[in-house]
Structure formats: structure tokens, C-alpha cells
């Protein structure tokens, strides 16, 4: 099973996210593979196959997750990254040291079963492979839209009927 750690979105937010990603689409790129609305997340570390299951992964993540409190964060914005077959577009969440604090967490705790060399970066991706027809910095501003983290996630990615599903398989929620 494929497996990553995230926070995985209230359906409200994600309804949210997902109009205003399609609106901003429509208008400002030539081509893009949108992320379907149930797929939307913030990836926190990418796990990979997981040859043994979840439990271990669930074990660890509930104890150096235990004393964490829930998070507040701020999506405030768009943002990209570059790539040379289409870009990565992506909602910017607010730079906040308590999502930090436990992605740091997170990413020191599973380095043995993949070792991210990247800084977290915390985005929500919305597209992938898109060629802009007008520059990310014009398109339309939104009002800061606040969220409260309260669990952090374990999600399998598998392909259903030819579509990409992300599953989540176990929460630790925070107090």
C-alpha cells in the first residue's frame, strides 16, 4: 500500500477550495489535471509502499503525536511550482511554526521509511501539468480562509476504476 501523513480537509473547506481552484482554472490556464475535490489535502510526508501495513505507522504516529495541540492555519493565497512538463499549481498556506513543529516531528520519526531531503513546503495542490494563459500573480485574491487542524492523518493512494483515491486508514486527533 502506498501511504502518505496529511491533514486531510473537512468536506466544507474542501467545497470551498475546490470552487475557487475551478473558477481561477478556467480563467487563467490554457490546460491543467485538476485535483478531484475528495482529494484534496495538505501532504505533511510521503511515506511511500508500506510492505508491512499501517499498524507500526499508526503506533508511531499516535506517540509523538500525543501531546500535540489542534492548529490554526490561514490559506491565503496561490502559488507554483515550476516543472518542465506543466506546473504545479497550489492555495499557500500561512507560515505557521506549531505546522512546522510536527511536520519536523513527523519527517524525523519516519526517515527510515523515506527520507525527505526537501524542507516542508506547507501548500495544498489544486492542479498539476498546467501551462498558465495569464501570470499566477493575476489571478483572483480571495479573503484568508481559517482552519483549525484538528487530526492528522494517515492516507493510502490507490488507483479505483482507473482514478486516483486518497483513503484515510487512520487519524490521531490532536487536543
Given at each position: ?5 496529511a ?157 486516483l483515491?486518497?483513503t484515510?486508514?487512520?487519524?490521531h486527533?490532536?487536543?
Amino acid at each position: 500500500m502506498r501511504a502518505f501523513i496529511a491533514i486531510d480537509f473537512s468536506y466544507k473547506i474542501k467545497e470551498v477550495l475546490d470552487k475557487l481552484a475551478t473558477k481561477n482554472l478556467l480563467i487563467g490556464c490554457e490546460k491543467y489535471r485538476k485535483v478531484h475535490r475528495d482529494n484534496i489535502h495538505m501532504t505533511i510526508h510521503f511515506l511511500g509502499y508500506l510492505p508491512k501495513g499501517s499498524k507500526e505507522v499508526e503506533a508511531r504516529l499516535s506517540g509523538i503525536l500525543q501531546d500535540e495541540r489542534q492548529i490554526k492555519i490561514i490559506i491565503h493565497g496561490w502559488g507554483k511550482f515550476n516543472r518542465r512538463n506543466g506546473d504545479i499549481i497550489w492555495f499557500d498556506i500561512q507560515s505557521n511554526q506549531e505546522l512546522n513543529k510536527i511536520a519536523n516531528k513527523i519527517r524525523d520519526e519516519f526517515a527510515d521509511i523515506n527520507y525527505e531531503s526537501r524542507k516542508f513546503s506547507p501548500h495544498i495542490t489544486i492542479a498539476r501539468d498546467t501551462k498558465q494563459k495569464i501570470l499566477i500573480s493575476q489571478w483572483e485574491c480571495f479573503e484568508e480562509i481559517r482552519y483549525d487542524i484538528k487530526k492528522i492523518s494517515l492516507m493510502k493512494s490507490e488507483f479505483i476504476n482507473n482514478k486516483l483515491r486518497y483513503t484515510e486508514i487512520f487519524r490521531h486527533k490532536l487536543i
